[in-house]
């Protein structure tokens, strides 16, 4: 199946604010409590992964205020209110109350006075605190709703990581890729996910895992199910990767154009990321584990900078250059190797 034709999985329209409050808690856990109509969590909804700190919709200007958006009230917004009166304040807060806000996080500690929260509580909109500093936890609770509201999309293939490099093995159905994955673990790397592999966007990273009933387990053809964790041990596996390289096999196939040089480097969209990608064909006695090990120390070195086809081809224009320059002085035929030292072993 080609890469880059499957349909996404329809992304999520909304999660409640229940299912984040839960979420925070025990995935990332973030102490939360509730101020006020912690109850209606479970009716009310987010649409968005952006947040909205409501500064100036309390000073009075709504024309633009994003209440759709989980509202934050960090220390400015909390010392802002606490050096007005109670009419100010209630006039205030009334400001974003009288919008449908899904729910207001108090950041950094902060409180607010027990009137206030009777006016959300008025009208139904849920209060938490959370001792997180303000920054830390939009960050955190951003990357959470990016995650949940993030395209994901179903592919046929094998996730390993090799060295610290995803690599996603693909190819026609049949052709080896859960043997190779094997044999890549029986090596000492550690396999993500077989068959089915889920690939999520966040920002422009995709981040691969398996789903809830393939983890950790493969399916070699003639053999049946394998269970690599039992198997190998913990450190045989992993639960999510991030996606590097997609390595694709194929048959020989007399005629076609294979890469013999690696200057031209190729890419697959998968989700609007451009991703490099290898070509690599199938022949009796081609060792495409060890092949696979090198494409992954290839990609590292590229991350640092050293691409071996640039500088084998530098090398060869060097040699050109100099080769075309002594030409004029040279008597007799060149030689490949100007001297052989001798082996004295």
């Known amino acids: 199946m080609p890469i880059g034709t499957l349909s996404p999985i329809p992304r999520k329209e909304k999660i409640s604010v229940g299912f984040l409050v839960t979420h925070l808690r025990k995935k990332l856990r973030i102490g939360i409590e509730a101020c006020v109509n912690e109850a209606a969590c479970a009716d009310r909804y987010i649409h968005e992964a952006e947040l909205h700190r409501p500064g100036l919709a309390m000073a009075g200007f709504v024309e633009l205020y994003t209440f759709q958006r989980i509202q934050i009230l960090g220390n400015t917004e909390c010392e802002y209110l606490r050096r007005l009166d109670k009419d100010a304040q209630q006039q205030a807060f009334s400001h974003i109350l009288r919008f449908a806000v899904p729910v207001i996080f108090l950041t950094h500690g902060n409180e607010l006075p027990d009137y206030l929260l009777a006016m959300a509580g008025e009208f139904g909109i849920p209060i938490l605190r959370t001792p997180v500093e303000t920054t830390k936890f939009m960050f955190q609770l951003r990357d959470f709703l990016e995650d949940q509201f993030a395209e994901q999309i179903l592919l046929h293939g094998s996730m390993v990581d090799v060295y610290g490099i995803g690599i996603l093995i693909v190819g026609k159905s ?37 789903t809830e009933n393939n983890q950790h387990f493969m ?27 997609v390595m694709e096999l194929y048959l020989w196939e007399e005629g076609r154009v294979v890469n013999r040089t690696g200057l031209d480097k190729e890419t697959v969209g998968i989700l609007d990321v451009d991703v490099p990608i290898v070509h690599l064909p199938i022949t009796p006695g081609k060792n495409i584990t060890v092949i696979a090990e090198v494409i992954a120390m290839n990609h590292l070195l590229s991350n640092y900078g050293y691409d071996a086809a640039q500088a084998f081809q530098d090398k060869i224009r060097s040699r050109i250059a100099d080769n075309t320059a002594t030409t004029s002085r040279r008597r007799g035929p060149a030689r490949a190797v100007e001297y052989f030292e001798g082996d004295i072993e």
Not at 178 to 198: C, F, K, M, P, T
Not at 228 to 235: A, D, E, H, K, L
């Open 219 to 245: 399916e070699i053809r003639g053999l049946g199910i394998v269970d690599v964790m039992s198997m190998f041990g913990i450190r045989a596996v992993r639960y999510q990767k991030r996606l590097e390289v």
């Open 174 to 210: 049949g052709i080896g890729k859960s043997e190779v994955a094997l044999d890549l673990v029986e090596r000492g790397h550690r396999l993500v996910s077989d068959d089915v592999v889920i690939l999520t966007k966040k920002g422009n990273v995709l981040m691969a895992a398996a």
